[in-house]
């Protein structure tokens, strides 16, 4: 005999149960976001970070590309947006190269990619093919990442200007203005992610995927502590 469903806000709890994986807690990023980081580690973090950051509407593109759901392509979209720029906004892409730029590094040289490490990359392409490959609703529970996102850009928003003085403040703007994408996101994504899973096989469905994105993220920060090192 199956198990029963996990009420909505039991499932709900689940999902965020998964907050105790997320990067945040990687000594790589606790040196970053404590202040102990050297400007050779954040250096290396923004240009792999970097290749992420282009990968994002790549991944969202798949997504919509998969989804049979006119009502969720006419939101989703918005994610693309956000990252390749529309109209006046230039988007978050263009936002991180003003962060490399802020902490010293030549744009030419973190678009050309050559600093990439192979973990990272590995990583982030397992994600993209994963969002192609898969049913558009496992898209979506890996995108519940951001339920976690919010805190960690808050963190470097408080603790860079003062624990690293030498970056431009303007580099920052792409974290201020995740704190807010980041939440509208992830309030649409967990509904659906709620509203559609129904069974408890699918509930559970839901939490290995997440748990699948968050190891991707981890990976990346194993990746760069290998590099760079840990302070």
Not at 30 to 51: D, K
Not at 59 to 80: M, S
Not at 172 to 185: E, I, M, W
Not at 200 to 206: D, K, M, S, V
Request: with cysteine; net charge neutral.
């Amino acid at each position: 005999m199956s198990e029963l469903p996990w009420s909505r806000a039991e499932f709900e709890a689940q999902l965020r149960a998964k907050g105790r994986a997320y990067h945040i807690h990687h000594p790589f990023n606790v040196m970053l976001n404590c202040g102990r980081a050297q400007p050779e580690q954040i250096r290396g973090w923004v240009a792999n970070r970097f290749y992420y950051q282009i990968s994002i509407p790549v991944k969202d593109a798949a997504i919509l590309a998969n989804c049979t759901d006119r009502a969720v392509r006419r939101n989703w979209v918005q994610r693309i947006l956000d990252h390749d720029g529309h109209g006046d906004d230039p988007g978050g892409i263009e936002s991180w190269l003003r962060l490399a730029e802020a902490v010293g590094l030549e744009r030419d040289t973190v678009q050309a990619l050559s600093d990439v490490l192979p973990g990272v990359r590995f990583a982030v392409d397992a994600y993209v093919n994963f969002a192609r490959r898969a049913p558009w609703t496992e898209g979506v529970c890996a995108s519940l990442t951001e339920l976690f996102a919010p805190q960690i850009h808050q963190q470097r928003l408080a603790g860079w200007p003062s624990y690293y003085p030498w970056i431009e403040t303007g580099g920052l703007a792409y974290f201020q203005n995740r704190v807010s994408q980041a939440q509208r996101d992830v309030d649409f994504a967990l509904a659906l992610t709620l509203d559609r899973c129904q069974s408890r096989a699918e509930q559970e469905r839901a939490l290995e995927i997440l748990q699948f994105k968050l190891d991707v993220l981890w990976q990346m920060n194993d990746a760069l502590q290998r590099r760079y090192g840990v302070q």
